[in-house]
């Protein structure tokens, strides 16, 4: 069912409200309001290199170390990581693990960034306040995202609408990056370029430099020398000690160690049937130190469960494909009803994987059953992001730390949001139809009714008939926005949603009197 909300006659900014858009939209536990927007200074945009989709990284920067941070660009080895662009800050909040978006993989060579970046200033009035200090701790929460040619940083904890700072790339737009809460030698910030660059930096460097370039910066894949496709995804390796996976457009995914150099040699053995997945490990132990063919075509989204035992990709081809990320072996997977799935995202027990795409379906699948258990079915057009609100506790969640409902998002090209409840023991499921027959349907537990040997481990799935398998329909449904989302972020204190075109909005959760209030 729709949302039931109230159009206010101003926006957080002061600014009326486009037409049609309302800035507050109500739950079973009370109402969500818009608090602030995000975005960039207007005349600081280019698009010498074309447009891209705006993407968000959460960073939360802890206590400034002791020693301070080095501003060179070598990096150590003992970096303990967080998860991914989406859930760069679920670590530090203890929430969910999700999607950012990729980059190309490519050389680790240990080089300073030359000046082929430059560091645009942010137009911001309170600007010096965060640029030019090197004693400035930067302690805080901050979003991370990209917008044409240009990463901009902008502070949460305020209301401002333009960032702090902006750094802009003069060869090719940055498309994707992730942060690491953990990181022990200040690179805690990835980002990866249309033509195939990633580079690794510190946040808090950037915030206190009041320069203009990207400082202390350590290049990998310069000019493309690994892999020239543009980069889709990247994410930390969870406890990884400085590891992180870049994914490309052409299919292939590279692994680095931050702490090792780049090698002169980055041949990797042919790829005998590029239809099947295979692993190639570099012959220095130099970086990249491997080469994973996922599949044919782009590999869109990329997603490590909480733990980093298992990594979730999402391609062209409209398959989920499930790994093991030790052992580099396929677990298992899936595909999509039609078209190229977009998007995926774990729940924090790592016990579910969401999954949008062309379809205009949401896929909840189960790892127990590797197969998908349910179907949302609410959006008019592509599903861009989807994510699991770890921070949300339903009135009749037990005392055994168990889920019983999981709430989730999902935002789309037709502009809007969409919040879900997965009561995993009220799913409607499909039971076996006899020759001849008609469906019959029980609630209860997926497992007692599905066949769980009917997905071999390393298999690939076809999609099931939709007949088969339980809908769901969204609890809240809320236009957002006038332009297509890409992406949305649960943090403790609310929803962020975010525009293809750079906007990004808050929304404040419901107060604890209105939570208590509605049980």
Known sequence: MSSSST????????????PGLKTHFKTPEGGYKLKCE???????????????????TLAHLKDKPTP??????????SLGVGSGVRSAAAKFLGGNSSKTLGFVGGNGGSKSLSGTTKLGLSSTSNSNSYTGNSNFDAKGTYLV????????ISDLSTQDKDPIKSIHFSTSNPISHAFDPDARDGHDLLIGLNGGDVYSASLRLQLQDAGKKLVGAQHYNKDGCVNNSRCTSIAWVPNGDGTFVVAHAD???YVYEKSKDGSSDHAFSVIKDPTQFSVSHARHSKNPIAR???CQGSINNIAFSSDGAYLATVGRDGYLRVFDFKTEQLVCGGKSYYGALLCCSWSTDGKYILTGGEDDLVQIWSMEERKIVAWGEGHSSWVSGVAFDSYWSAP???DTGEHVVYRFGSVGQDTQLLLWDLERDEIVVPLRRAPGGSPTF???SQSAHWDNNSCPVGSLQPAPSMRDVPMISPLVVHRVETEPLSGLIFTPESVLTVCREGRIKVWTRPTLSETEQAV
């Open 7 to 18: 159009t206010n006659h101003h926006n957080a900014a002061g600014q009326p409200p486009p």
């Open 68 to 77: 301070s941070e080095p501003s060179s660009s070598s990096s150590s080895s």
């Open 442 to 444: 029980s609630s209860g």
């Open 251 to 253: 299919g292939n995914m």
């Open 38 to 56: 995000k975005s960039h200074p207007p005349g600081f945009l280019h698009y010498a290199h074309g447009k891209s989709t705006t993407q968000v």
């Open 292 to 294: 994973w063919h996922i």
């Open 396 to 398: 009749n969640n037990d």
């Open 145 to 152: 995202f990209n917008v044409g040619d240009a990463i901009f």
